[in-house]
């Protein structure tokens, strides 16, 4: 199953829609200049294990970078997606503070 990824800037987030229209995942973000810090990815139960999660986060990278922001991934799993896709660490900034 293929799914569109389209910004909904008056909602603060990119929505992924199947071909039908029905929202697959979304994720969340908060924009202040040129940073863009994405909040949350919430992929709907139904669509999980199909690649939302990914074409959502590949979308929204590849965003950042055409719009030429830095991005600070507070989402836990936009973050670990990152982990395995080094060639997005050129617009990540990521805390160095260690939680004790």
């Known amino acids: 199953m293929s799914f569109v990824v389209t910004e909904v800037p008056e909602r603060e987030r990119f929505e992924a829609r199947t071909e039908a229209g029905e929202t697959a995942g979304i994720v969340t ?3 202040t200049g ?19 999660g990914s074409a959502l ?11 030429r922001r830095t991005v600070v991934p507070i989402c836990p799993f936009l973050s670990g997606w990152l982990d395995r896709h080094p060639e997005y660490d050129d617009l990540v900034v990521r805390s160095t503070r260690k939680v004790k």
């Open 29 to 31: 973000y908060q924009l």
């Open 57 to 67: 986060a590949r979308a929204v990278m590849d965003d950042a970078r055409a719009r």
């Open 34 to 52: 040129a940073i863009i810090a994405y909040t949350h990815t919430k992929v709907t139960p139904e669509f999980e294990g199909q690649g939302v």
